[in-house]
C-alpha cells in the first residue's frame, strides 16, 4: 500500500473544505479533491454552503479552511495605488483572498480577520471577463499580476490556478503576467508556451526578516534558488524588496542578500526589481501587536504619507534606499530598478532622475515587462 503523501508545509494547516453548492462540480472543486485524496489530508471535511455564504467562518486553533467560491465582482481590476505618488499602473487578476502564510507586516491582516482562504471556482466567468477585457483591442498591452489579495502560488499545488491561467493567457500575446509569491511551485512552468510572457516573481527581504517576520514561507535560498530554475528555463524574473524595514542590521541584512542574488541570477535575467519602504494603514499597527508581539520595527518613528499610511521618515527612507540601490548598482543593476510609492523627490535623490525622465513609471514598466527595456 502506498503512504499518503503530505502537503507542502505552508498548506498543512488547512482543516476543512467549504464549497459554493454552484462549484461543487467544477473542474477546480473537482481538481482540489483529486488532489487531496491521496495526502493526508484527503479525508478532512468538505462542507457544501449555499452560493453567496458570507457566513462561512472557521476558527479552530490555527487550522484554516479552504472555501471554494462563486465570485460574483470584477475579476480584473487596478492595483490600488495613490496619485500622490509614483505608482506602476498594475492590473490585478483577482483569483481568491487570504493566504496561507503569515508576515508580520502583511496587509491582508486588516483585510480579513478570518482563517478562510478563498478562490473563486467560477474559472468560466474568469475567463470570459479577462477576454473581454484583454481581447477588445490586441494592441493595448496589459500588465497584470495575481498576488494583489493573495500569494499568486501559494495554493497552486491544490488548485493548478495559475496554470490555468498560463494556458488561457497562450492565446493573449498581449498581456504580460507576474506571478508573485513566496513559495516555491514550478508546477505552471510547463503551461507556457512563451517564456517571454510569465514574470515568476519573488519577494525577497534581509535574512534576518525573513527568519523573524515571515512565517510558513520558503527561504530566501529556496525563492532564489526557484528563480534561478526558471531564468535557466528562458523566464525573466522579478525580484521585490517590499517592504523594506529598519532594524539594527539593516545594513549588513540587506547587504547580504543583495549580494546572495547574484550568485543565483544574472542582471539581464532580471525583468524589474521594486523597492518598497514598509507602509502601514493606521489600523494595521494593533492588527501587527497583536498577532505578532515580538515585532518591534512598528515603533520606528513613522510620519503620516499623503494615502494616509505610516511610513518611515524620509531621511531613514532615502538612507536605507540609497545604500541599497549602491550595492545594487555595483552588481549591474540599474534601470530595471524602481520604487513602490515614492515621490519624484525621493526618486532624485537616491536614483538621480525621477519617472518623467523616462516616460512615466507605467510606461516604463511596460516596456520592461515585454523585455523592451
Ligand atoms: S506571503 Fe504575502 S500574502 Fe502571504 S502572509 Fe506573507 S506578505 Fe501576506
Redesign the pocket.
Known amino acids: 500500500m502506498t503512504e499518503p503523501k503530505r502537503l507542502p508545509a505552508h498548506l498543512r494547516r488547512i482543516a476543512h473544505v467549504f464549497v459554493d453548492e454552484t462549484m461543487q462540480d467544477s473542474p477546480l472543486a473537482q481538481r482540489v479533491r483529486h488532489r487531496l485524496a491521496g495526502t493526508t489530508h484527503g479525508d478532512i471535511p468538505w462542507t457544501v454552503v449555499p452560493p453567496d455564504s458570507e457566513r462561512v467562518t472557521f476558527s479552530r486553533g490555527d487550522a484554516q479552511a479552504l472555501y471554494l467560491k462563486e465570485y460574483k465582482g470584477r475579476f480584473l481590476r487596478f492595483c490600488p495605488g495613490t496619485r500622490a505618488y509614483h505608482c506602476c499602473a498594475y492590473r490585478i487578476i483577482h483569483i481568491g483572498e487570504?493566504?496561507?502564510?503569515?508576515?508580520s507586516?502583511?496587509?491582508?491582516?486588516a483585510y480579513f480577520q478570518d482563517r478562510v482562504l478563498k478562490i473563486w471556482a467560477n474559472q468560466d466567468d474568469l475567463f470570459s471577463q479577462l477576454d473581454e477585457g484583454f481581447g477588445a483591442d490586441p494592441a493595448a498591452r496589459f500588465r497584470v499580476g495575481t498576488?494583489e489579495f493573495?500569494?499568486s502560488l501559494?495554493l497552486e499545488h491544490l488548485t493548478g490556478y495559475s496554470r490555468d491561467l498560463i494556458s488561457f493567457l497562450g492565446d493573449h500575446p498581449n498581456v504580460v503576467l507576474e506571478l508573485?509569491?513566496?513559495?516555491v511551485d514550478l508546477s505552471w512552468m510547463d503551461a507556457a508556451t512563451r517564456t517571454d510572457r510569465v514574470l515568476p516573481a519573488w519577494?525577497l527581504n534581509a535574512p534576518f526578516i525573513n527568519e523573524h517576520e515571515?512565517f510558513?514561507?520558503s527561504t530566501l535560498e529556496e525563492r532564489l534558488a526557484a528563480a534561478r530554475t526558471c531564468a535557466q528555463a528562458g523566464f525573466r524574473v522579478c525580484l521585490h524588496f517590499d517592504p523594506v524595514i529598519h532594524y539594527p542590521g539593516w545594513r549588513e541584512g540587506y547587504a547580504r542578500t543583495i549580494d546572495m542574488i547574484f550568485d543565483y541570477v544574472r542582471p539581464e535575467q532580471i525583468a524589474y526589481m521594486s523597492l518598497g519602504s514598509f507602509r502601514c494603514m493606521p489600523q494595521l499597527t494593533p492588527i501587527i501587536a497583536d498577532n505578532f508581539p515580538d515585532t518591534t520595527y512598528i515603533y520606528n518613528e513613522f510620519v503620516p504619507g499623503l494615502d494616509g499610511k505610516a511610513r518611515l521618515l524620509r531621511p531613514l527612507r532615502v538612507e536605507q534606499f540609497s545604500f541599497m540601490v549602491d550595492r545594487l548598482r555595483g552588481h549591474g543593476m540599474d534601470r530595471q530598478l524602481y520604487f513602490c510609492m515614492e515621490s519624484s523627490e525621493v526618486w532624485n535623490q537616491v536614483f538621480g532622475y525621477e519617472p518623467k525622465d523616462f516616460g512615466g513609471l507605467a510606461k516604463h514598466l511596460m516596456k520592461q515587462a515585454f523585455g523592451e527595456g
Open positions: 487570504n493566504c496561507p502564510m503569515a508576515c507586516y502583511c496587509i491582508l491582516q498576488g493573495t500569494d501559494a508573485k509569491s513566496k513559495v519577494s515571515e510558513g514561507v
